[in-house]
């Protein structure tokens, strides 16, 4: 029956565009794979991999960030952003855009990891930026000194446990649970969207790696005190409280005072 | 009813007495408890109440063996969620059934009379309020309070005596100075460098890059030893970088800042919340407390919310090695209105 009512129902406003995305896609990688350069995914940068990067980037990207990545009334300028903002922004799904709104939304990522790889080329050819780190590099931190910069830099947008929290206007700092620690890496230091920028003068990258350590180790031990009702403090523990504990002294209160028959 | 209804008074501008005004129904005719009537039933509620009770007993038991079960193991910090639950909610199992169990015997079995008890009035008898009279009466005259007038008087007078210290004793609670001194100054003063919160590193003009925001506290933060964390609190700062178009500044402040980097009090004027969540591309900060919105690129001005006045600006430039220095104290009281603050 529900299928049946989903069926009917109004297709979702974005399937058209994620259709034009795919056919987009299917299209560029058929090229890719005629033209047989989409096998150097693992190599260095290659000139190649730059141009592949071109392509899909006009195809993809250019509409509102203009061919040549410099920018337009719809985004802004991609030049010297570098390769570790595009890893962060099409890696974790936020472009390309579903459309305008107060923030970019996270989606299921769009692109391979080859194809972000060769657009992440192409950006950092334009001029110098911050590049993708080692994984590896990023492991080893110290959670418990994690935790006090996480106290003083991070918690207060995004909740002390990560469970992320509202901003102005329609704006929201995300959760930061099971977080790729590239993506967390990469917030810090391009500082996507309205997140300030956390430089290593700022934060080391050592610091950076204790955060990181920090948030794994969140996402590894669950919260001592028990149910942590999305860590999201007085408004869902408020809830609780009213409804169930509340609710809960009103039934032994009426069943007191109820007179027995 | 006839009659009643002729004794409304109904002149002009008297209030009207209705006659069918609610009457004091009563009490309700005492019915008699299912228990009461069917000894079957009484015996079968009987069964659940020690039923409840054995279940108590065991829960409780059960709590004791539970914390050997699920014990809290060092550094394990899922062992020590497993044992709190487990061991939480046996007891309080076993309470509920305690008191369940006691109340349901209370309802059901106990002596179920309904009775009525009427309050006595609060006066005396006639008799015992002339013997309270003649009681002090007596005692006046044996002791001679109203006839030795002196050693009345004087008697008086060392009992007004006796709380006149504590009004010293009391007064020398408080705080030494003024509360609005303590409120109007912070440790920030002329030369003293920005450094990171917590590790006190100072911070170079050089490495605050457009975009960043950096939690800042006064280098001489570190030599305080007594009230660490109260001038911590009022000293706090936010610093960020604004690109130098997005900044404007009055005429008078154009000297506070440095290459577009601001410094400003993180304690809301609202009531004192720290207003840290700063986004980089509106340029608005906003208090997590009460939703209060700070435009920085216009001086910190309120956009939104209960904030009283801008976020106190601490005038800042840069020392001969590059560091971010303060050029004095905030010029205005950081944090909330108080009694003697003006506005």
Not at chain 1, 6 to 34: E, Q
Not at chain 2, 5 to 11: I, R
Not at chain 2, 96 to 117: F, I, Q, R, S, T
Request: with cysteine; glycine share 10%.
């Amino acid at each position: 029956m529900s299928r049946t009512l989903n069926r009917k129902g109004r297709r979702h406003p974005l399937s058209s565009l994620v259709l034009i995305l795919v056919g987009l896609f299917v299209s560029g990688a058929a090229y890719a794979a005629v033209t047989g350069t989409a096998t150097a995914a693992d190599a260095p940068v290659s000139a190649t991999q730059i141009e592949d990067g071109k392509k899909l980037f006009a195809s993809n990207c250019a509409s509102c960030h203009g061919l040549s990545a410099a920018g337009s009334a719809a985004g802004p300028s991609l030049i010297g952003s570098g390769a570790l903002s595009v890893e962060f922004q099409v890696g974790s799904g936020r472009m390309p855009m579903s459309g305008s709104g107060p923030q970019a939304e996270k989606k299921p990522v769009q692109f391979t990891q080859p194809e972000i790889d060769a657009m992440a080329a192409w950006v950092a050819s334009l001029a110098p930026g911050p590049g993708v780190p080692e994984a590896s590099s990023l492991t080893g931190g110290d959670p418990s000194n994690g935790a006090q910069l996480f106290r003083v830099n991070c918690a207060m947008c995004h909740n002390v446990a990560g469970a992320g929290g509202a901003l102005t206007e329609g704006k929201w700092a995300p959760h930061l649970k099971n977080i790729d620690p590239v993506h967390v890496y990469a917030a810090m230091v391009t500082g996507p969207q309205n997140m300030p920028v956390f430089s290593d003068m700022n934060i080391t990258a050592e610091e950076k790696n204790d955060i990181i350590a920090y948030l794994k180790f969140l996402d590894e031990n669950p919260s001592v005190g028990g149910m942590d009702l999305g860590s999201l403090g007085p408004v869902s523990e408020g809830l609780f409280v009213w409804i169930f504990a509340l609710g809960g002294l009103v039934a032994i209160t009426i069943w007191l005072s109820a007179k027995s028959n | 009813m006839a009659d009643k209804k002729s004794d409304v008074v109904t002149s002009a501008g008297s209030a009207v007495s209705r006659p069918d005004r609610l009457q004091n129904p009563g009490f309700e005719p005492e019915h008699k408890r299912v228990h009461d009537e069917s000894p079957e039933r009484a015996r079968g509620a009987e069964r659940g109440i020690s039923l409840l009770f054995a279940l108590s007993g065991i829960l409780s038991a059960s709590a004791f063996a539970l914390n050997f079960i699920f014990p809290i193991v060092p550094g394990d910090l899922m062992s020590t969620r497993y044992n709190n639950m487990f061991v939480g909610l046996a007891i309080a199992a076993g309470l509920l059934c305690l008191g369940v169990g006691a109340v349901h015997w209370a309802k059901a079995l106990m002596h179920g009379h309904e009775l009525v008890e009427e309050r006595h009035g609060t006066r005396g008898g006639d008799a015992t309020r002339a013997r309270a009279v003649e009681i002090f009466q007596e005692a006046n005259k044996e002791s001679g309070w109203t006839r030795r007038r002196l050693l009345r008087n004087s008697l008086i007078g060392a009992f007004v005596a006796l709380p006149i210290p504590a009004v010293a004793l009391f007064r020398d609670l408080a705080p030494a100075g003024t509360p609005e001194e303590k409120l109007s100054h912070t440790i920030w003063e002329k030369g003293v460098r920005l450094t990171r919160d917590p590790n006190g590193v100072p911070i170079k003009a050089s490495d605050v890059t457009i975009g960043s925001a950096f939690h800042v506290m006064p280098e001489n933060l570190l030599e305080v030893e007594e009230g660490f964390l109260d001038e911590k609190a009022k000293a706090a700062v936010l610093l960020m970088r604004l690109p130098l178009d997005a900044l404007n500044e009055t005429e008078d402040r154009k000297s506070w800042s440095y290459d577009g980097i601001v410094a400003y009090s993180k304690i809301c004027t609202h009531v004192g919340c720290p207003v840290a969540l700063y986004e980089q591309q509106t340029h608005n900060l906003l208090c997590p407390c009460h939703q209060s919105q700070f435009d920085v690129s216009n001086q910190c001005a309120v956009i939104f919310g209960p904030a009283a006045r801008p976020l106190p600006q601490l005038p800042i430039t840069v020392d001969s090695e590059g560091y971010l220095v303060a050029q004095s104290d905030f010029l205005e009281p950081v944090g909330p209105s108080y009694w003697e603050r003006e506005r």
